[in-house]
């Protein structure tokens, strides 16, 4: 199908990430793409944009997704079984891009991407409205290769920053674009009671180097945990307490998860 596909980028801004934080905090919900199905994916991110979500997160599910908890774990894997591929994804992509101008960035890992084709994947992102990646096991040192064709199809590689990433925090953002994705606590993704990392103080460290806005996720869930990270950060993630109420409700979540975005904003 994607030889056919149209590019529908000249109807929108080539760099709308920044309006996810224009004058206003960013709210920033993940989702599994194609758990419980594409279709229902499609639905979802309707039902997110339309409750408050300011940019959403689409993860291509991959079969060793090594910085996720369980809860992304299982959707990863239920969205596989039902043969979930990145083909079918970016047709997805395009077909909800029609229907809302929200930001949209992938997270997926670096073998799919090479597997499928450096090149032949951003040039596929920027035809059907993608406007960035986040790559969670890619060095730094070797993103090199991806940035020089992802900027070549005006996608945003985000930087992510870990808690024990002050050392290098100079070196990490310098060039930064789209959000600094900066992680809450050691470990992989899911729900958190606490979040007890000095986030503040590393946000301090990354505003001194540049004004890249800086959105906080991994483990935020309710609102009083949202309210506290956002007096110092530029936005919020939530990922795996949307990907739980997916995984309750299923093809019925819709209503569900909007009643969850709009608490959240």
Do not use: H, W
Not at 88 to 105: G, Q, W
Request: hydrophobic share 40%; net charge negative.
């Amino acid at each position: 199908m994607l030889p056919q596909l149209q590019d529908i980028r000249g109807r929108i801004s080539l760099n709308k990430i920044a309006k996810a934080f224009e004058n206003k905090k960013a709210f920033i919900g993940f989702l599994t793409a194609g758990d419980p199905s594409l279709e229902k994916t499609e639905e979802f991110i309707l039902a997110m944009s339309k409750a408050g979500a300011d940019l959403i997160e689409i993860g291509i599910p991959f079969s060793d997704p090594i910085a996720e908890g369980e809860v992304i774990e299982r959707a990863n894997i239920r969205a596989l079984k039902v043969g979930t591929t990145t083909d079918n994804i970016f047709d997805m992509v395009k077909s909800v891009r029609e229907k809302t101008d929200i930001p949209f960035v992938f997270l997926t890992y670096i073998n799919p991407v090479f597997i499928y084709g450096y090149d032949r994947f951003f040039n596929n992102c920027k035809i059907c409205g993608i406007d960035g990646i986040i790559i969670p096991d890619l060095p730094f040192e070797e993103r090199s290769e991806v940035l020089c064709i992802a900027e070549k199809y005006e996608i945003d590689v985000i930087t992510l920053i870990a808690p024990t990433s002050n050392d290098r925090i100079q070196t990490l953002v310098k060039n930064s674009s789209g959000f600094i994705y900066l992680v809450s606590s050691l470990g992989v993704t899911g729900v958190r009671n606490e979040i007890n990392t000095d986030l503040n103080s590393i946000i301090a460290n990354i505003r001194q180097v540049t004004d890249t806005k800086i959105a906080v996720g991994f483990g935020i869930s309710t609102p009083e945990q949202a309210k506290k990270i956002l007096t110092y950060a530029d936005g919020v993630i939530v990922g795996s307490a949307i990907v739980k109420i997916i995984e309750e409700f299923g093809d019925d979540a819709s209503e569900k998860l909007s009643e969850y975005m709009r608490k959240m904003k």
